[in-house]
């Protein structure tokens, strides 16, 4: 069995990492500040993202300063941007998609896969796009991937 090595933990706030002295912005970021100040419709998209990600299995918050990620091992999936109008996700895959539904789509060498798209109603959170986020998910914990379209 591949043992996995310990995560390192950040001595100044807690935030853990696949690597020591990885960079970040370490504060005080909670879901609920990100949540501040925004409308019901932004939560309800925020809550509606989460709910879909909680099918795939049990994750955790990492909050930053502009963005909410979700992780199991590594962080897969993020939330970058909500508000009434609509909501910014992207997740992480090791391999290539396709999907017209797709606003940007990075490929950081040699084989990682960032995926953004833009959802207004929660009923675009769709099986499609569970799917991709159980692919992603199998990365958030470091596990081999299945291809799929």
Known sequence: ???????????????KFVRRNMWHSCGPWTVEKF???KGERAKQLFNSFVKLVQQCGPFKFAP????IALMVR??????????DRGMT???WLK??????????????????????LCVTTPEQLDSEVLRWVCMAYKVGQQMPQEKTK
């Open 1 to 15: 069995m591949n043992q996995k090595k310990p995560l390192w933990t950040c001595p100044k706030c807690g935030t």
């Open 35 to 37: 949540l501040e100040g």
């Open 64 to 67: 930053s300063k502009t963005e």
């Open 74 to 83: 590594v962080r897969f999936a993020q939330v970058k941007r909500v508000s």
């Open 89 to 91: 996700c992207s997740f």
């Open 95 to 116: 391999h290539r998609i396709q999907s017209p539904r797709f606003t940007r789509v990075e490929k950081i060498p040699p084989n990682n896969w960032i995926y953004t």
